[in-house]
């Protein structure tokens, strides 16, 4: 592999860092498995193209955190208010942001940032290392955000809820309220991911989502797999590096000539491994 595709494998493992680190707040905080997250990472990408072209990068950028914010609230009001079911609401949402993404992509599978200003502009130069910087600064940032959160009395309200549901609500806790919040967290850093994956491949599609929900996954499960620890920081890292290492194993598999077909049964195959690797280790503890 030469250099522009290990800086390409790097950019992308950065931006899908914090699509996974959504998830972990879903998935591994409040044991919620949120289905919402392909929607919302298009409509990340779509509302961060659009406002990239009518008003500034930077907006888009602001606006798609805050789209995936609604996403996920939305979900969490499925589930508190209406009492359906964690998955199916999760489905419901992300079968209507179709709908909506197409509206906001004036009714266009795609949107092309060719020739447009972008947040990455500026950072440009002839090796990459600018924009590779950039994402990872801004990686670093949201990993000392969520790990400063979650070490808070909300943050230890979310992970107790998690944990715990009947104890927390025994403690006078809100656990509707805390599952709103979760999730409207979660999926606005998948916005955030869809904004600055559209500014990064200079191009949104209504299709961008697909598949989102097992690379979080995988990330989360491989970090968290070969990088164990109860301390919550170093799980929000080893969730950052799985992203890393999935997007480096993706790029290798496409360097040694698999059809970028079978990607999909590829990462299938890695979140059954990551997850068997897990189990099989658990089991040992408890038989030695």
Request: glycine share 10%.
């Amino acid at each position: 592999m030469n250099f522009i595709i290990i800086s390409g494998a790097l950019e992308l493992g950065g931006i899908f860092a914090l699509l996974s680190l959504g998830l972990f707040i879903s998935f591994k905080v409040l044991n919620i498995p949120d289905l919402t997250v392909d929607g919302s990472f298009t409509v990340g990408c779509a509302v961060s193209a659009v406002t990239t072209l009518s008003l500034s990068p930077l907006l888009g950028i602001l606006f798609a955190f805050i789209s995936g914010v609604i996403a996920g609230v939305f979900t969490g009001l499925l589930i508190t208010k209406l009492k359906i079911n964690p998955i199916l609401s999760g489905i419901l949402t992300q079968t209507a942001l179709y709908s909506l993404n197409l509206r906001i992509m004036n009714q266009t599978p795609n949107i092309s940032l060719l020739d447009k200003s972008t947040i990455f502009t500026p950072f440009e130069s002839e090796n990459g290392i600018g924009k590779i910087i950039l994402i990872y600064f801004i990686v670093f940032i949201i990993v000392g955000l969520l790990s400063y959160l979650l070490k808070t009395q909300l943050g230890l309200a979310l992970r107790a809820c998690g944990d715990n549901e009947d104890m927390v609500r025994a403690s006078s806790i809100d656990t509707d309220k805390m599952k709103i919040i979760g999730l409207g967290l979660a999926n606005g850093l998948v916005g955030l991911s869809g904004a600055l994956y559209t500014q990064q491949q200079m191009y949104a599609d209504i299709t961008a989502g697909i598949g989102m929900m097992v690379i979080g996954l995988a990330s989360i499960i491989i970090g968290t797999t070969f990088i164990r620890s109860s301390r919550i920081s170093i799980q929000l890292a080893a969730t950052v590096i799985g992203a890393i290492f999935y997007r480096f194993v993706l790029t290798f598999a496409l360097q040694i000539g698999l059809p970028s077909g079978d990607l999909k049964i590829l990462s299938a195959a890695i979140v059954i491994a990551a997850i068997a690797s897990a189990n099989l280790s658990r089991r040992k503890k408890k038989n030695a």
